[in-house]
């Protein structure tokens, strides 16, 4: 059974950087498109941050669009997430998923428990 375990929340200042990572404990990663979503305190999910299997279709929200890049190595069944300029409006529980389609906005079908990401002032 598919497994996606994320890592690298913690607290940032304003300004600052994070990487977070997911790994995936099955073996089929690369035969997937993965996405990174986020949901800030009393707000709704957002989604943040999408990559076919191989990494050349790549989309961004408007909101952290020129800031956040995602990346994936399928050797190592892990998607990265690297935030920077980080603001507080970031400040959410970060998830990783798996795709059920191979374009931004469509179902997703395994979900990581998430990581905190939290920025200060």
């Known amino acids: 059974q598919e497994q996606l375990v994320e890592s690298g929340g913690g607290l940032a200042q304003a300004g600052g950087s994070l990487k977070l990572s997911c790994v995936d404990s099955?073996?089929?990663?690369?035969?997937?498109?993965m996405g990174w979503f986020r949901q800030a305190p009393g707000k709704g999910l957002e989604r943040v941050s999408f990559?076919?299997?191989?990494?050349?279709?790549?989309k961004y929200s408007d909101s952290v669009k020129g800031r956040f890049t995602i990346s994936r190595d399928n050797a190592n069944n892990t998607l990265y997430l690297q935030m920077n300029s980080l603001k507080s409006e970031d400040t959410a529980v970060y998830y990783c998923?798996?795709?059920?389609?191979?374009?931004?906005?469509?179902?997703?079908?395994?979900w990581g428990q998430g990581t905190q990401v939290t920025v200060s002032l």
């Open positions: 998923a798996r795709s059920m389609g191979s374009r931004w906005g469509g179902s997703m079908d395994y």
């Open positions: 099955g073996r089929t990663f690369s035969n997937y498109a």
């Open positions: 990559a076919n299997t191989g990494g050349t279709y790549i």
